[in-house]
């Protein structure tokens, strides 16, 4: 059942990456997978690996360990779906701001102006809110309480 769950997970999350390749501005599709030429702040990083990191021990405590994957059934499920309504909040900002850039800089080459439409009306860092809940949704989607770890230290 909780290899189940890691293929539930999958299946979302990639589905949820093909249609943001296919929603969002072709600018920021560019401006995302170009590496950045200068580092201006760890929390890209810290991000990226504490995702990477949360997605590894939950599915080696799932697959091998077996050391903290108690995680109820009821719970992977409403995880998973708390994982897809965060995600869709991200692909939101994403469609509704070209700017959302990974660098945090005024992009004045592409007319950069303040977005105040989609979820922008009701927060300032929709993108933030959905990271901060989309990585340790993912821990326990899957099926693991100790990949709850790094998203908890990380968010701290």
């Known amino acids: 059942m909780l290899l189940s769950s ?17 929603s969002i501005d072709p600018g920021l599709t560019e401006e995302r997978s170009r590496p ?7 929390g890209r ?14 599915a080696l405590d799932v697959g091998r360990l077996h050391r903290f994957d108690s995680v109820s059934g009821k719970v992977r499920m409403g995880s998973l779906l708390l994982f897809a309504g965060a995600t869709t909040l991200q692909l939101w900002a994403m469609v509704v701001n070209p700017y959302f850039s990974p660098e945090i ?5 592409r007319g950069h102006r303040l977005v105040t439409c989609g979820p922008y009306r009701f927060l300032r860092h929709p993108g933030y809110l959905a990271m ?7 821990a326990l989607a899957i099926g693991s309480w ?4 790094p998203p908890l230290h990380f968010a701290s």
């Open 6 to 22: 890691l293929r539930y997970y999958l299946v979302t999350f990639s589905t949820f990456l093909l249609a943001t390749m296919f």
């Open 36 to 42: 950045l030429e200068q580092v201006t702040t760890t």
């Open 45 to 58: 990083f810290a991000a990226a690996l504490s995702f990477l990191v949360t997605l590894v021990l939950a």
């Open 105 to 109: 800089r005024l992009q004045s080459t």
């Open 132 to 138: 901060l809940t989309s990585v340790p949704a993912s």
């Open 146 to 149: 100790l990949a709850l770890a």
